[in-house]
């Protein structure tokens, strides 16, 4: 019997979760939220710092064992914000040292992947979207390679910038995914497919200038303090007009009403979210269905936080109907970040004997930047 404790720390969540034998038996996890602007990185670490041992000894009661259970300790390494991934991994090797026990790198990416064979998928394309990341997974020979991905941002900090824009704090999905709900008519944007590759920043432009068009697009706050050499260089009139006028309310739709103009046509804060979401996941469909022809394999698999969305779920659905195959989207507890998903990816590579002895730790480091596709999988 083994048990492996999981430490996510990449980003605006930190986690803690517990496997035995392939079966989650906690997932405790606490996140950085904002009213409004984005993650500011060392803000997020900060959160990780202050929450952590709660979050630690919930998972070990949820899971009803003791410290001395654990078998190893996983975390993190990579890809993420590195003040983040630093508090997780300092958090790791702190319980290392203290109760002697094997330390497990994990890839952040990787581990979003593997928790979806509780699906029980078995080869499956994954359509991971989340918020730094847009990727086209498969494996093959030896690695998961990437078939496609986002040439500039990931969409969910697309979608997290779009609705900063328009006034709504971190995470913005889910409530740009009501606001499309409401949303009634279809304004044209671009539609930026490259092969299995898309592009997004072209998009974001064009939904900021139809908010401005709307005569409510809200200057994003500055997220950090700049240096004084910087400062100087920025308009301070506009920031102290943006500071007057704070961040104002985006749910009524009847104020973000556009006037009639010669070339305009009336639409809401709440037709653009629908536009942006009926666009932006038809691109993705679009290259996860180019990806399983490519392949020629018969299951689609969803990860990432923007994967919890139920209109892009619908659309993944229509497509894999449509061409016979099948589709497979893991509890939304296990779509978003989690420390569940880092337990169960590193039971797997623990039990391949892929971890690092306690008294070896200083060999162990975080990798901001590490890629899906620089991964060796040994274990498959
Ligand atoms: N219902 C939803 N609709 C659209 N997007 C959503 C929804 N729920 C969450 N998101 C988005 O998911 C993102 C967070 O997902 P996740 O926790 O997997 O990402 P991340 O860790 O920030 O990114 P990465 O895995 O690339 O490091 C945020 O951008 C958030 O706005
Ligand atoms: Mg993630």
Known sequence: MTIILGIESTAHTFGVGVVRNGKIIANKNKTYT????????????????????????????????????????????????????????????????KLKKPIVSVNHCIAHLEIGRLTKASDPVMLYVSGANTQIIAYESGKYRIFGETLDIGVGNFIDNFARYAGIGFPGGPTIEKLAKKGKNYIELPYKVKGMDIALSGILTNLKQKLEKIGKLNPAPPTQKLPAHLCSQIDKKQLMKNARNGIKSVNSSKKFRAKRGKNDREYTLSDLAYSMQETVFAMLVETAERALAHTGKKELLLGGGVACNSRLQEMCKIMCKERGAKLFVPEKQFLQDNGAMVAYTGEIL???????????????????????????????
Do not use: W
């Open 34 to 97: 904002t009213k409004a602007g984005g993650i500011i990185p060392m803000e997020s670490a900060k959160h990780h710092c202050e929450n952590k041992h709660e979050i630690y000894f919930e998972a070990l009661d949820d899971a009803g064992i003791k410290e001395k259970d654990i078998d190893a300790i996983a975390f993190s390494q990579g890809p993420g914000l590195a003040p983040c991934l630093i508090e997780g991994m300092k958090f790791a090797k702190e319980l290392v040292t």
């Open 350 to 380: 623990f039990n391949n004997r892929d971890y690092i002895k306690s008294e070896d730790i200083d060999n162990v480091d975080i990798v901001p930047r590490q890629r899906t596709d620089q991964v060796e999988i040994k274990y498959k």
